[in-house]
């Protein structure tokens, strides 16, 4: 029903920024809440942002308020999460995922849809 692509991981220097894309294919996207989880070597996998189905509504976690911006654009079926001033503890594994209630889902068990993920790495 709904597949997520995510592209845009790399590895930088602490300071920099990186832009993640998720590419969202399904009939049920623009009605869908959408959102970021990261899971880093030797943690569980964690909560990072959430979007509501019209882009109107946010939600972050505190590690990273200020700091990460979450959009999305229906018209493109694409969710966006841009990263600034990233640090070594932002390393990790980076998963869209897709939820049908389209609110800023926080849980985990609440996503039916997950991407493979993207690997991202922080060095000081």
């Known amino acids: 029903q709904v597949q997520l692509v995510e592209s845009g991981g790399g590895s930088v220097l602490a300071g920099n920024s990186l832009k993640l894309s998720c590419k969202v294919f399904g009939r049920t996207f623009s009605r869908t809440g959408l959102g970021w989880f990261r899971q880093a070597p030797g943690k569980e996998r964690e909560f990072v942002a959430a979007?509501?189905?019209?882009?109107?509504?946010?939600s972050y976690a505190d590690s990273v308020k200020g700091r990460f911006t979450i959009s999305r654009d229906n018209a493109g079926n694409t969710l966006y999460l841009q990263m600034n001033n990233l640090q070594p503890d932002d390393t990790a594994v980076y998963f869209c995922?897709?939820?049908?209630?389209?609110?800023?889902?926080?849980?985990?068990?609440?996503?039916?849809?997950w991407g493979r993920g993207t690997q991202v790495t922080v060095s000081s």
């Open positions: 995922a897709a939820n049908e209630y389209a609110n800023t889902i926080t849980e985990i068990e609440k996503y039916d849809y």
């Open positions: 979007i509501s189905w019209s882009g109107g509504s946010q």
